[in-house]
């Protein structure tokens, strides 16, 4: 079982104006072949389906307790993508078309999909696929998949940095960017565990210095590049049998925290009338309490 917190992992900043093009170009670090939806259920059936759970616990843990991580990943990659869509139409009669923007609009599937929400598939409105998701029951190999996985997310985010200067859109950047290299990290040394080869030093990967971004620091400051939960669950303990010692980058002491991060308030957004979203008015509200009042 899963246990959902309602809590984002951190704060995202509430925008004053929206973007909706900034939006479009998060969506891929979603659904995207790279995004946190493959990462997340990657790393997911890894877990579900791993054989010799008991033999190998540390590697099962290790994949187990980052997929967790990936769950608040793909909530808070959503949410910002609700937060970039905010502000960009506004109530009116259905003849003054309010929703004319949703016209000429890069990403239309926001508003005649989704109500201006996140849609889980990447920056081109292609689905999320499940053949992205890559599990062969061969331990080294998932674990080096998951490596390059992790390697390839890393560019996505740091183009899509690139791609917007947008506040929030930057803020989860950065976030991810810091945890993300962490689960680079991770892997190598999963994989250095089990094959005693320096994964780091045979295969080339993007730096990881995370200074480089402004967005970044903050939380390299606060030491989350050194990182890795157990959420609480004493069974997922053994990771520390794998991570250990330094981190490569900085030479600062990795930790293994048996808590689940602080988090932040999940936004709570408005209603759109001119997408009749969620199409309860103040006397449907009444007759629906009225109703769960009756079954108390």
């Excluded at 506004?90 to 003849?95: F, H, I, R, T």
């Excluded at 999909?113 to 889980?120: D, E, F, S, V």
């Excluded at 030479?251 to 709570?268: H, K, S, T």
Aim: charged residues 25%; aromatic residues 10%; negative net charge.
């Amino acid at each position: 079982m899963i246990k959902r917190i309602n809590r984002l992992q951190v704060a995202l900043p509430r925008p004053e104006h929206g973007d909706p093009n900034a939006a479009s170009a998060v969506q891929d670090l979603l659904g995207g072949k790279f995004g946190e939806m493959s990462t997340l259920n990657n790393y997911m059936f890894q877990s579900f389906n791993f054989r010799g759970k008991k033999k190998l616990k540390p590697f099962h843990d290790l994949i187990a307790s980052i997929s967790a991580e990936e769950f608040a990943h793909v909530e808070l990659v959503s949410n910002t993508i609700n937060l970039l869509t905010f502000g960009n139409t506004y109530p009116a009669d259905p003849d003054a078309a309010p929703l004319q923007e949703g016209k000429d609009a890069r990403y239309s599937l926001y508003y005649t999909l989704q109500a201006q929400t996140a849609y889980p598939g990447d920056s081109m409105g292609r689905p999320w696929n499940g053949e992205y998701v890559t599990n062969t029951g061969v331990l080294v190999e998932d674990l080096l998949y998951n490596y390059m996985l992790e390697i390839g997310a890393r560019t996505h985010k740091m183009r899509i940095y690139e791609m917007t200067d947008h506040p929030t859109a930057r803020e989860l950047c950065g976030f991810l960017l810091v945890r993300g290299g962490t689960h680079i990290l991770a892997y190598a040394k999963a994989l250095e565990v089990a094959t005693g080869v320096e994964v780091g030093k045979m295969l080339p990967v993007p730096s990881l210095d995370n200074y480089k971004f402004d967005a970044a620091k903050k939380y390299m400051d606060q030491g989350l590049h050194n990182i890795l939960y157990t959420w609480d669950e004493p069974e997922y303990r053994d990771i520390r049998m794998i991570w250990k010692g330094k981190n490569p980058e900085t030479g600062e002491q990795l930790r293994v925290v048996d808590e689940i991060p602080e988090g932040a308030p999940i936004p709570d957004f408005e209603e759109k009338p001119e997408q009749f979203a969620p199409g309860i008015d103040r006397d449907d509200y009444e007759r629906i309490l009225k109703r769960l009042l009756s079954n108390m």
